[in-house]
């Protein structure tokens, strides 16, 4: 089963900042919090992931609580290609092993709307 | 990142055949992965492709029943035997670089039995 609880759906309107809560209360201190996002009739994609400082890439920031325990993923100007299912993953990063498998919940849809 | 293409894009099987989807990467890689995703579904993790071993499969997935190779550190191939219309879904292939613990994915296979 995942080990992350996301909303089922979150509206967003475009230009603005879209923030995609994630609760991870389980999670170990070798564990990592990924996002990917998957856009529809397509792969997956990978956005960003981090251990327990904030990232950010050209596509999103990522927020992670000081206990580890929640995060928010960040899209600074949301547009309506980032209409899509993101998925918050935790896992370790390691190779083999079934505990660096990528065990996807059922994400949150997030509809950008103009 | 990784360049990731599957083959057949989509296709419509009769019950009981049996069908192979290829997935190749622009450049050699440590771990490759299959996935399904059935119909308003999250994606399920079948089996890890290991080069050179068997490979690795998830609860719930046997060996007989979707064969996997990977004669290479780029190539792999999922096989669905004796379809059902169960089967019906979108099969994805992943792979992890040895530089990164970031998983990209193929843009699916789209796969109908009828």
């Known amino acids: 089963d995942a080990k992350t609880t996301q909303p089922t759906s979150m509206d967003c309107a475009e230009g603005r900042a879209a923030n995609l809560p994630c609760n991870h209360s389980?999670?170990?201190?070798?564990?990592?919090v990924y996002w990917y996002r998957q856009i529809h009739s397509q792969g997956p994609q990978y956005i960003i992931h981090?251990?327990?400082n904030n990232e950010t890439n050209e596509m999103a920031s990522l927020i992670i609580t000081e206990d580890r325990k929640s995060s928010t993923l960040i899209l600074p100007h949301a547009t309506l290609r980032d209409t899509a299912v993101y998925y918050c993953i935790v896992r370790v990063a390691n190779y083999g092993g079934s505990q660096g498998n990528l065990i996807f919940g059922k994400g949150t849809k997030l509809s950008v709307k103009p | 990142s990784a360049v990731i293409s599957q083959k057949p894009s989509r296709d419509i099987c009769q019950r009981g055949t049996s069908l192979t989807i290829q997935c190749q990467v622009d450049?050699?890689?440590?771990?490759m992965f299959w996935y399904r995703q059935q119909p308003g579904q999250s994606l399920t993790l079948i089996a890890t492709a290991n080069q050179g071993s068997e490979a690795t499969y998830e609860s719930g997935f046997v060996i007989d029943k979707f064969p996997i190779s990977r004669p290479n550190l780029t190539f792999s191939t999922l096989t669905v035997s004796n379809m059902s219309p169960e089967d019906s879904s979108i099969y994805l292939c992943?792979?992890?670089?040895?530089?990164?613990?970031?998983?990209?994915f193929g843009p699916g296979t789209r796969l109908t039995v009828t």
């Open positions: 450049s050699q890689v440590t771990m």
């Open positions: 389980t999670i170990s201190g070798n564990e990592y």
């Open positions: 992943s792979v992890e670089t040895g530089t990164s613990y970031e998983q990209y």
């Open positions: 981090g251990l327990k």
